[in-house]
């Protein structure tokens, strides 16, 4: 059984910062690729940033320049370090790891609160 833990998530003021973790455990086929995702209160769930097994990187225009996404693929872990961060960016944030090859699967974690005050 495949399973996604978060952390890092916290209460912080605009301007600060954060790192948010994601481990998949149980893990046997390789992930294509390991993304977060947030949904804010009353809002569809969107894309933040997502990483590809060879590194290429994908971000959303609202964090672009502000926030990083890394991952160590022998841990199976993924990071997003998040700057300068602004109250819009308050929400749950939920870690996604995909494998599109043969053998696929989509799994998501429990979510982490991220909230980010003025």
Not at 40 to 63: C, F, H, M, W
Request: proline residues 3%; contains cysteine.
């Amino acid at each position: 059984q495949v399973q996604l833990v978060e952390s890092g998530g916290g209460l912080v003021q605009a301007g600060g910062s954060l790192r948010l973790s994601c481990v998949a455990s149980g893990v046997i086929l390789s992930i294509n690729t390991m993304a977060w995702h947030r949904q804010a209160p009353g809002k569809q769930r969107e894309l933040v940033a997502g990483i590809s097994s060879t590194g290429a990187t994908n971000y959303a225009d609202s964090v672009k320049g502000r926030v990083t996404i890394s991952r160590d693929n022998a841990k199976n872990t993924v990071y997003l370090q998040m700057n300068n961060l602004e109250p819009e960016d308050t929400a749950v944030y939920y870690c996604n790891a995909r494998r599109t090859e043969l053998f696929p699967f989509n799994y998501w974690g429990q979510g982490t609160q991220v909230t980010v005050s003025s």
